[in-house]
């Protein structure tokens, strides 16, 4: 078999390891499962199923670590420092690191590239942060002195999406890590290659063995086994609601909290008096980011009546240009991620044409993308039904819907009319409307006159209703990733 001209035998696979206790190892079933390559179709790497018993020693060493004081004894300050090392070491090593995200996801490499990047800014903001969080002291009777300290859930398990898997797991562990608890992770097993690296370096940054380990497999496997296992204490969940709705039960039996980002369909409205030249770009790139896969992609767009022809027209151009290609070849956009998840999105356009809905622009895919690959073409569609499933469920592609509203009343009922309510955009220069509409919003994020898709390592970010709940990011994770204690001291 070829892979960009290169042949690889099944012998030849790379192969990648999980990380427990420090060390690298397979599952003991010894077991692996085949790395896809999304722009070609074809394995060229394997990781380790591994199964329950691994989550067993890897839930044990974690706990173990906890009690350890080679991290016990680490002051905030110094957690920091090797939050701050780890992120030297991903920009030393960035150029291997982009490219294997970019091979793995099948994101354009320019993509894999600003993924690392904000990596490294996570971990640099959570090292910085790390001796920054303080408690209160609470005026009660003027004998006593009571106060808050913020201390370490203890073991928390992290379990990540095959999307944004490096910036997701680095959100998660930089913020973890800056508490002081240790972490077992389970990656998708369709992209999770820089996850193990990343853990790899987090060693040489000075983590003592066990405060990181990462377990690969498959989510009904391996994943099932760490949400239940009862040695853990917090779960942080980013993925699918029906599997988050499982981790919820899983925390629910075993009595912990946790945080869960479970996507969303997030509107972008349009108002009469918004700069189209200015909003519909970047309407059309956050959209075809990561090829639509982005739990944030503002995917709904609502535009006033009055600009409905002009906005049609301009993005059936912007459409028109977009090419998905190989992620070496850094088009606009790349494969989706494995062949079950294209036919889930094709599936959809097939529904939306069989229902009537105009095709209002189509890009192009390569003519030199390998067949096997998976690709498909951005779609952006309109008007779409407000119950069609085109504007009620998260396609996770490249496919944009279009809504007209005539009034303002109208547009935020729109936007707020699905289950979801991640993040959303507001386009308009008048200051007033725009307040109004971001406080009437049901969405966890609101931007105006900008789309943060995807960004913003200081900001905090979590949904509501099915987008699920807690937030990541931002200080805002530290307070998630921690419990309050109160303690009072009678010094009669
Ligand atoms: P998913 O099944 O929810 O997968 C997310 C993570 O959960 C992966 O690490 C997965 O592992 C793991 N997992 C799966 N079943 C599990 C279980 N029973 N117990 C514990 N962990 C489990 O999502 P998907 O199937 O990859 O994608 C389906 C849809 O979910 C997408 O089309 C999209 O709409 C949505 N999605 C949303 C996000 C987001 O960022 N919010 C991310 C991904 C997907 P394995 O992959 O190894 O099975
Ligand atoms: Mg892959």
């Known amino acids: 078999?070829?892979?960009?001209?290169?042949?690889?035998?099944?012998?030849?696979?790379?192969?990648?390891?999980?990380?427990?206790?420090?060390?690298?190892?397979?599952?003991?079933?010894?077991?692996?499962?085949?790395?896809?390559?999304?722009?070609?179709?074809?394995?060229?790497?394997?990781?380790?199923?591994?199964?329950?018993?691994?989550?067993g020693r890897a839930v044990s060493a974690a706990r173990a670590a906890l009690g350890s004081s080679e991290w016990s004894s680490l002051s905030a300050g110094q957690r920091g420092e090797r939050l701050h090392r780890l992120a030297e070491l991903i920009t030393q090593n960035r150029d291997r690191l982009a490219e294997l995200e970019a091979r793995d996801t099948g994101k354009p490499l320019s993509q894999g590239y600003g993924d690392i990047d904000t990596a490294a800014q996570y971990f640099r903001f959570y090292g910085g942060a790390a001796d920054k969080v303080t408690g209160d002291t609470l005026p009660i009777a003027t004998d006593h002195l009571a106060m808050t300290v913020?201390?370490?859930?203890?073991?928390?398990?992290?379990?990540?999406?095959?999307?944004?898997?490096?910036?997701?797991?680095?959100?998660?562990?930089?913020?973890?890590?800056?508490?002081?608890?240790?972490?077992?992770?389970?990656?998708?097993?369709?992209?999770?290659l820089s996850v193990i690296e990343t853990a790899n370096l987090a060693l040489e940054a000075g983590f003592?063995?066990?405060?990181?380990?990462?377990?690969?497999?498959?989510?009904?496997?391996?994943?099932?086994?760490?949400?239940?296992?009862?040695?853990?204490?917090?779960?942080?969940?980013?993925?699918?609601?029906?599997?988050?709705?499982?981790?919820?039960?899983?925390?629910?039996?075993?009595?912990?909290?946790?945080t869960l980002e479970l996507g969303g369909k997030s509107p972008q409205i349009?108002?009469?008096?918004?700069?189209?030249?200015?909003?519909?770009?970047?309407?059309?790139?956050?959209?075809?980011?990561?090829?639509?896969?982005?739990?944030?992609?503002?995917?709904?767009v609502l535009v006033h009546q009055s600009l409905w022809d002009e906005a049609i027209d301009k993005l059936r151009t912007g459409f028109r240009s977009a090419v998905a290609g190989p992620y070496k070849d850094d088009r606009d956009l790349g494969p989706l991620i494995n062949a079950s998840q294209l036919r889930r999105v094709n599936a959809?356009?097939?529904?939306?044409?069989?229902?009537?809905?105009?095709?209002?622009?189509?890009?192009?895919?390569?003519?030199?993308?390998?067949?096997?690959?998976?690709?498909?073409?951005?779609?952006?569609?309109?008007?779409?039904?407000?119950?069609?499933?085109?504007?009620?469920?998260?396609?996770?592609?490249?496919?944009?819907?279009?809504?007209?509203?005539?009034t303002e009343e109208e547009a935020i009922h729109l936007?707020?009319?699905?289950?979801?309510?991640?993040?959303?955009?507001?386009?308009?220069?008048?200051i007033s409307r725009a307040t109004r509409v971001a406080k009437a919003l049901r969405s966890g994020q609101v931007f105006v006159n900008t789309y943060g898709a995807g960004g913003g390592v200081e900001l905090p970010f979590g949904g509501v209703k099915k987008s699920g709940h807690g937030r990541e990011k931002g200080f805002e994770a530290l307070k998630e990733f921690s419990v309050l204690k109160t303690i009072v001291v009678s010094h009669a």
Not at 159 to 184: D, E
Not at 220 to 243: K, M, R
Request: hydrophobic share 40%; glycine share 10%.
């Open 208 to 258: 003592p063995p066990g405060v990181l380990n990462i377990l690969t497999g498959l989510g009904e496997e391996a994943g099932a086994a760490l949400s239940f296992n009862p040695e853990v204490d917090f779960i942080t969940f980013t993925g699918s609601p029906d599997v988050g709705s499982m981790i919820q039960s899983a925390a629910a039996r075993n009595h912990i909290g946790c």
């Open 415 to 430: 936007a707020n009319a699905t289950a979801y309510g991640l993040v959303a955009g507001v386009w308009t220069h008048d």
């Open 150 to 192: 913020r201390e370490p859930h203890g073991v928390v398990a992290s379990i990540v999406p095959w999307n944004y898997p490096m910036q997701i797991f680095a959100r998660v562990a930089g913020a973890a890590l800056a508490m002081g608890n240790t972490l077992v992770v389970k990656p998708a097993e369709d992209a999770c």
């Open 270 to 300: 349009v108002f009469e008096d918004a700069n189209l030249d200015k909003a519909l770009p970047v309407i059309q790139d956050c959209l075809l980011m990561n090829g639509g896969q982005t739990c944030s992609a503002g995917s709904r």
């Open 348 to 406: 959809f356009c097939e529904q939306a044409e069989a229902d009537g809905i105009p095709l209002l622009g189509e890009g192009t895919i390569a003519p030199d993308a390998p067949v096997e690959g998976y690709y498909t073409t951005a779609k952006v569609y309109g008007p779409v039904p407000v119950e069609h499933p085109l504007a009620q469920d998260e396609v996770f592609g490249p496919v944009l819907s279009l809504i007209p509203f005539r």
């Open 1 to 55: 078999m070829t892979e960009f001209g290169t042949t690889l035998s099944s012998r030849e696979l790379k192969k990648y390891r999980a990380l427990i206790n420090g060390l690298q190892c397979d599952g003991s079933s010894g077991e692996t499962i085949e790395m896809i390559c999304p722009s070609t179709g074809l394995p060229f790497a394997t990781i380790p199923r591994c199964s329950a018993a691994d989550v």
